[in-house]
């Protein structure tokens, strides 16, 4: 192989980003598995996972309109931080510009 400039693929490593064990406080189920609501900007999921490119690992959070299960806002980066999570709320706030009782900016001012 090594004559001809050929490699042996091998398997990535799968890379933990979650850690389910602290004591911080978790937020109350105010959904209780109703995940079909009546009318659009009820409620909407978010979701964080990680795509491995050409130039490296990419983080997407992607936040979902659970009505008609459209995406409402996105947000890819090459870091796991707040930013990437406030930055796909905030794209799925200024699209769908839900009416103040449903929701509040993220932002303050």
Known sequence: MREHGLRGRHRRRD???TDSGH????????????????????????????LWTDEG???????LDLFNREVVGWSMRARMDAELVISALDMAYARRQPPPAAAAPLRPG
């Open 23 to 50: 004591r911080l406080p978790v937020a109350e189920n105010l959904l209780a598995r109703n995940f079909r609501p009546s009318d659009p900007n009820q409620v909407w999921s978010a979701e964080i996972t990680y």
């Open 57 to 63: 690992w990419l983080y997407l959070a992607v936040v």
């Open 15 to 17: 890379r933990v980003t």
